[in-house]
């Protein structure tokens, strides 16, 4: 069973901090993995996606990889109250594979 | 581009009626999802298309739940008969799939109610 992991907060931080989400993923074979965002009573909206180890920056947030210890993670910079949503990890396995997401890590941006 | 579109936006219906979800995805995409979120379980893929043809059903819950997606342009997700436990945010989204890191689209969303 291939399993994504979040915890699932709620992660508060105070406005203008650094806002760390992690997701561990069980299966090695994994190649594509995808942050979304999805505020109360909406639907997902992606972020960002990363395949490489290392990190990837797309203007306040950059995703990280790590492969060997199978974990991707988002860090949020200058948190503002409006990032204030719960975000999902998701997980491919393959180029035809299809998604397995995590159950989300709500985030609470406090003024 | 109006993006995924989904019908009707909230249901609610009593337990043994038959539903019916309506998706249109995003003109020129070639592969359909179908997904259940509950507070419980998160978002879980029901069934996925890649041009047209269901390529795995592997999470449709059991028997009740049929899913077709006659063209390009349309799908339908089907339970018969509901039940309480069916209650659940229905999402479909849509993809060009083309590689690692294509995009999938969600639609608005289905909020279920079955009483």
């Known amino acids: 069973q291939k399993e994504v992991e979040q915890n699932s907060g709620p992660l508060s931080v105070p406005e203008g901090a650094i806002a760390s989400l992690n997701c561990t993923y069980s299966?090695?074979?994994?190649?594509?993995f995808f942050w979304y965002r999805q505020y109360s009573g909406k639907s997902p909206e992606l972020i960002m996606f990363i395949y490489s180890n290392g990190d990837k920056e797309d203007g306040r947030f950059t995703a990280q990889l790590n492969k060997a210890s199978q974990y991707v993670s988002l860090l949020i910079r200058d948190s503002q109250p409006s990032d204030s949503a719960t975000y999902l990890c998701?997980?491919?396995?393959?180029?035809?594979?299809?998604?397995?997401f995590g159950k989300g890590t709500k985030l609470s941006v406090k003024p | 581009d109006a993006g995924v579109i989904q019908s009707p936006r909230h249901e609610v219906t009593e337990m043994g009626q038959e539903v019916t979800l309506r998706c249109k995805p995003i003109?020129?995409?070639?592969?359909l999802f179908w997904y259940r979120q509950t507070m419980m379980r998160g978002l879980e893929l029901l069934i996925y298309f890649n041009n047209n043809v269901p390529i795995d059903d592997s999470g449709m819950p059991e028997d009740r739940f049929s899913a077709k997606m006659p063209n390009a342009s349309f799908s339908t997700l089907k339970i018969q008969p509901s039940e309480p436990r069916d209650s659940a945010v229905y999402f479909c989204?849509?993809?060009?799939?083309?590689?690692?890191?294509?995009?999938?689209?969600f639609g608005p969303g289905t909020r279920l109610l079955v009483l």
């Open positions: 003109s020129g995409h070639n592969s």
């Open positions: 299966d090695r074979g994994s190649q594509s």
């Open positions: 998701a997980v491919k396995a393959g180029s035809q594979g299809n998604l397995i």
């Open positions: 989204a849509s993809s060009f799939m083309r590689g690692r890191g294509e995009t999938q689209y």
